[in-house]
Nanobody, 113 residues
Framework: QVQLVESGGGLVQPGGSLRLSCAAS????????MGWYRQAPGKERELVAT?????STNYADSVKGRFTISRDKNTVYLQMNSLKREDTAVYYC?????????WGQGTQVTVSS
């Protein structure tokens, strides 16, 4: 079992920045990919960014150039700059490898003036 604990969400004005963190604990010896997903009200959960244990990254087109994913062992971060109202969502951390797949509880990010 793996536990994922997220932090860093909150309320920010358009154009502002936030940094999300997600720490994995438990049976974490084989974690390969960690990432962030988000779900806005009335919409499906979508990929934001992922990073592998080798450091390869993947971003949704909507966040390229604004968001940066990074990783320190089994903690993954999402630096979010130039936030827009449409970035408002619950952000979920995920880690997966082989048949294993784990999600965090989610952290709310609200972009509003």
């Amino acid at each position: 079992q793996v536990q994922l604990v997220e932090s860093g969400g909150g309320l920010v004005q358009p154009g502002g920045s936030l940094r999300l963190s997600c720490a994995a604990s438990g049976s974490i010896f084989s974690i390969n990919t960690m990432g962030w997903y988000r779900q806005a009200p009335g919409k499906e959960r979508e990929l934001v960014a992922t990073i592998t244990s080798a450091g390869s990254t993947n971003y949704a087109d909507s966040v390229k150039g604004r968001f940066t994913i990074s990783r320190d062992k089994n903690t993954v971060y999402l630096q979010m700059n130039s936030l827009k109202r449409e970035d408002t969502a619950v952000y979920y951390c995920r880690c997966y490898w082989g048949a294993e797949n784990y999600w965090g509880q989610g952290t709310q990010v609200t972009v509003s003036s």
